[in-house]
């Protein structure tokens, strides 16, 4: 017989939601956060809960917010910027901001075109963005999507849209890698960075 | 700036608290949730205050329970038994049920001495072991902590305190693990494997 109790179960269950997690280690996580530390299991109950029923779209932008407008559309020295940053995430939008290099808006898709998984424009939120090139004040769309076959797809797309309203548009540069070694560098990386190569 | 909103903060922080991950995991599950599975997120959220609130321990083994006493503890064929068998934690009780092999009790120390740690008998509940023992009915003590130095420390004390109740005691058997290559096993395990041998 199983020496499990219902609850110890179901928590074990819902634990293999998380990606990455198997039932081993939502075993050993539950069995870590009863013995040791029900403090911190309760805190990530609650937080869960309030962060699953708080955490709603930037009515502007589309990433993660709690407010109708997240804290970078909020800011008048941001959100009146002729620069706009279209990434596929909010975790890449972060990425991007942990940089410091960018100072203007950002448009967040919330995944990428994908029609066979039903991803279309309406998914992404494109209508949105189309109603935002049409407002005027855009004066570059910086296409920061993955460097796959999907996100290359959905910047072909975008770049078609900006294009129709007059939008100069750009994408973020392919190439080698800061610190990788060429010896290691997949083909298509160095052919890309070959076909994009500056002049000193 | 931050692109991310107190809640969505405080949930990775929380996250945080499971074994094993980090900042960059944490994120990537909070994301995730968030992204593709809310209901999931939810139902993990309750599943854990539920967890954390109702999950107790068994009266008789120590063991996690829901109840005053374990499923295995109110079984009357296995609680009459006259074999006892002591371990580590639930999850090791667990993995002995696994097998199918053992139909006895078990009592859970629910760690292991370890005196600079201040993990001394009254933690591990031996007085509540010293009870059993001393109530009578068991015929033999089988001793399936880690096979470590603080495992060991613990089967030796454990030892000592059967013998005093002249109960029989015995060590689950030491030696190479099934399957393993001995080319890669380390050099303890094989001495355990050779001390330990047995005649054909």
Redesign the interface.
Known sequence: ????????Q??I???K????VGPK?A?????????R??E????????????????GHCQSCR?????PL???CQ?PARSQSPLLCVVG???D??AI?QTGQFDGRYFVL?GQLSPLDGIGPAELGLDQLEQRLAAGGIDEVILATNPTVEGDATAYYLSELCQRHHVAVSRLAQGVPFGGELEYLDGSTLSHAFSGRKRL
């Open positions: 017989m199983s020496a499990q109790t219902p609850l110890l179901q928590l269950e819902a634990l939601a998380l990606p990455g280690t075993q050993r996580m539950a069995f870590q956060l009863l013995e530390n029900r911190a299991g309760n805190k990530l109950g609650k937080a869960l809960l309030a962060a699953m029923d708080g955490i990433t993660f917010s709690e407010q997240c804290g970078i800011d995430s909010s975790a939008m972060q901001e919330m």
